[in-house]
C-alpha cells in the first residue's frame, strides 16, 4: 500500500520546516501511524550516519528519531556539504559522488532526480505517511526550471503542501502571499494551508491578518505555532544558520568552541551548554576567547582551508599559548587531526595544499587519502588521565564521518571501539583518538561523544575539580524523547490537526486501518 504524503515547505529558509516536520512526525506515531520523514536534497556540513553506514542530513536523522524510526539513506538521498564558496560535496544515496561547482551540479539534476523519486517510492512502500520538508522557498524563479526539493516533489507525490512563514523575522504576510503569486496556478492548487511560527503575544491580535490573508488566498490557516524556549532538540542543519549562545548568569565554568568557517557536527556541543552552570559560546577572534575553562575544535568539511583561517585570526598561535598554560583542550574529527604536528594531502583531496604545520599538540600525523569513513559507534573510554581520569570504562555511543587516518607512535589512545555497525571489528577491539602527556589535551574521529551523560557528566566534573568549583549537573541523562513528545504538544495545541488529517487523507479514530478515501 502507498503512503500517503505531506509536505511543509517554507516561504524561505529558518522558517521552522525541520522542527515542524519532527513535530508532525511525532503527532502521527502518537496517533498510531507508521511515519517517516523525507527531504530530497538537503545542503549542510551537519550530518549523520545511518546503521548502514550511509550519510544524510542531521536533520533527518532527528525527524526520524521524532517518528520513533531508524534513520535510512533514502530519507535524504541527496545531501551537499559546501567546501569552498561555490562548491560543494555532493552525497548521493549515502555515499560522496563528486564535489562540484554551482554550474557542474545542475548537469546531475537528472541523475540525482532519479534517486529522489525512488528514495520517496521506497518510503512510501514502507509506511503509512511520509511528511516530506523542502527546503528554501518554492518561489525562487531563478531555480524552479531545475529544483528537484519542493514543488516537483510535492506534484510527483501529489503532496498537499503546508506553507510555513516566520512571523518572528517580520513580514510574514507579504511574504505568504508574494510567495503564492509566484507560484504556478497548478502549484497554487496544492497549497492547502498556511502556518504561521514563532510568534511572540497574543494571538488575538493577528485576527485581521489571519482573516485577509484567507480572503486574498482562499487558503485556511491551520495554525499559529508560538515561539517556544523550554523545549530542547537539536538545531536545524543549514549552512548559514546563526549558532547558539548558550549563557548562563550564574556560570562556573566557560568553554569556547572554535566557530570554523566549515565547521560541522555543531550540534556535538549542545549538551555542555546546557548543563548548569556552564556557558558555551562559539568564537571566531583571538578576543572572543578571553578566559575560557576548555576550548574546543570542532569538526571541519575543509580541515586545510579552516586551518589555515585559524592561522590568519591569529587563534592557532593563541590556543599554543593557553595549551602552555595547561588550558584543556579537544579536538573532534577535523579539530583532532589540527592538534597534530603535520597534515598531508598529496592527492588534493581536501584542497591544493599538499601538506601543512598542525598545532603540535598531539604528536600525530594526518594523511587524506582513500575512502570516506562513515560508521556508527560504540565505544569505551580507554583512557585514564586527565580529562579521563574520571570517565575510564565509561560507555559511549556516537559517529565517524572523516576522511584521512591520523597515527602516533606510541600514544595512548582515548576509546577503545567494539562496534562499528557496518564493518567487522577486529581482535574484539580497535581503538580511536589520542590522549596528550598529562591529559590534558585529547582529540578523537567520534562525534556525539558529548550526548553521553556518564562521560560528559566526568569531563565537566573533572574541569570544575580543576577550577575548585562544584557544579550542580543533573544525573539523568538528556531525554530526547520527551523533547519530542514536549514538540508534539505544543505544536498539536496550535494547529487544526482535524484540517490536516483530511488533507492527507488519514483517519485518526483508526489508524491500523490506515487510509481513508
Known amino acids: 500500500m502507498t503512503a500517503r504524503v505531506l509536505m511543509v515547505q517554507g516561504t524561505a529558509s529558518h522558517v521552522g520546516k525541520s ?15 507508521k511515519v517517516a520523514p523525507f527531504k530530497a536534497q538537503n545542503m549542510s556540513n551537519n550530518s549523520y550516519v545511518t546503521r548502514d553506514g550511509g550519510e544524510i542530513g542531521r536533520a533527518q536523522a532527528v525527524q526520524a528519531e521524532a517518528a520513533g524510526v531508524e534513520a535510512q539513506v533514502h530519507m535524504n538521498p541527496v545531501l551537499l556539504k559546501p567546501e569552498a564558496d561555490h562548491i560543494a560535496q555532493v552525497v548521493l544515496m549515502g555515499k560522496p559522488l563528486i564535489s562540484a561547482k554551482v554550474r557542474d551540479y545542475f548537469g546531475l ?23 516530506i520538508e523542502g527546503a528554501g522557498s518554492p518561489a525562487e524563479i531563478n531555480l524552479k526550471a531545475t529544483e528537484i526539493v519542493n514543488m516537483r516533489v510535492a506534484k510527483y507525490a501529489e ?3 503546508l506553507l510555513c512563514g516566520d512571523i518572528d523575522r517580520g513580514g510574514v504576510f507579504a511574504a505568504l502571499v508574494g510567495t503564492m503569486e509566484l507560484l504556478d496556478p497548478d502549484e497554487r492548487d496544492i497549497v492547502k494551508a498556511f502556518i504561521i511560527n514563532k510568534f511572540r503575544g497574543d494571538a488575538s491580535l493577528l485576527t485581521d491578518g489571519l482573516d485577509m490573508l484567507e480572503a486574498r488566498t482562499g487558503i485556511p490557516v491551520a495554525g499559529v505555532v508560538h515561539h517556544f524556549r523550554d523545549i530542547h532538540i537539536p538545531e536545524e542543519d543549514s549552512v548559514a544558520l546563526d549558532l547558539p549562545t548558550y549563557e548562563d548568569s550564574g556560570s562556573l565554568l566557560n568553554i569556547a568552541v572554535i566557530k570554523f568557517p566549515h565547521l560541522s557536527n555543531f550540534d556535538d556541543f549542545e549538551p555542555l551548554g546546557r548543563e548548569n552552570g556552564v556557558a558555551l559560546k562559539y568564537v571566531e577572534s583571538v578576543d572572543e576567547l578571553q578566559e575560557p575553562d576548555l576550548i574546543i575544535l570542532p569538526g571541519s568539511k575543509t580541515t586545510m582551508s579552516d586551518l589555515t583561517w585559524m592561522n590568519s585570526q591569529g587563534l592557532t598561535e593563541a590556543i599554543k599559548d593557553f595549551h602552555s598554560s595547561r588550558t584543556p583542550i579537544i579536538g573532534v574529527c577535523g579539530g583532532y587531526q589540527m592538534l597534530g604536528n603535520k597534515l598531508y594531502d598529496p592527492e588534493e583531496i581536501e584542497s591544493s595544499i599538499l601538506e601543512m604545520d598542525g598545532l603540535g599538540i598531539l604528536p600525530m600525523t594526518t594523511l587524506f587519502g582513500g575512502t570516506k569513513e562513515t560508521h556508527r559507534i560504540q565505544a569505551k573510554v580507554y583512557g585514564n588521565s586527565g580529562l579521563l581520569s574520571r570517565a575510564e570504562g565509561e560507555s ?6 572523516h576522511m584521512g587516518q591520523t597515527t602516533g607512535p ?19 577491539s580497535s581503538f580511536d583518538g589520542a590522549i596528550g602527556a598529562g591529559g590534558d589535551v585529547f582529540g578523537t574521529y567520534i562525534h556525539g561523544v558529548f550526548h553521553n551523560g556518564g562521560f560528559r557528566r566526568a569531563v565537566l ?4 575539580d580543576r577550577k575548585d568549583v562544584t557544579l550542580s549537573l543533573d544525573t539523568r541523562d538528556l531525554a530526547i524523547d520527551q523533547e519530542f513528545d514536549k514538540l508534539a504538544a505544543w ?7 482535524e484540517l490536516i488529517y483530511q488533507m492527507v487523507g488519514l483517519d485518526v479514530d483508526n489508524a491500523n486501518a490506515g487510509l481513508t478515501g
Open 19 to 33: 522542527v515542524l516536520v519532527s513535530a508532525l512526525c511525532r503527532i502521527f506515531r502518537q496517533d498510531g501511524f
Open 410 to 428: 606510541q600514544v595512548q589512545p582515548a576509546f577503545s571501539v567494539h562496534d562499528r555497525s557496518d564493518v567487522a571489528v577486529t581482535n574484539e
Open 396 to 401: 559511549i555511543t556516537g559517529y565517524e564521518i
Open 461 to 464: 566534573n573533572e574541569l570544575a
Open 159 to 161: 503532496a498537499p503542501v
Open 109 to 131: 539534476k537528472a541523475q540525482l532526480w532519479e534517486s529522489v523519486s525512488a528514495s520517496l517510492d521506497v518510503l512510501r512502500d514502507q509506511y503509512d505517511i511520509v511528511v
Open 491 to 497: 505544536v498539536r495545541a496550535s494547529l487544526d490537526m
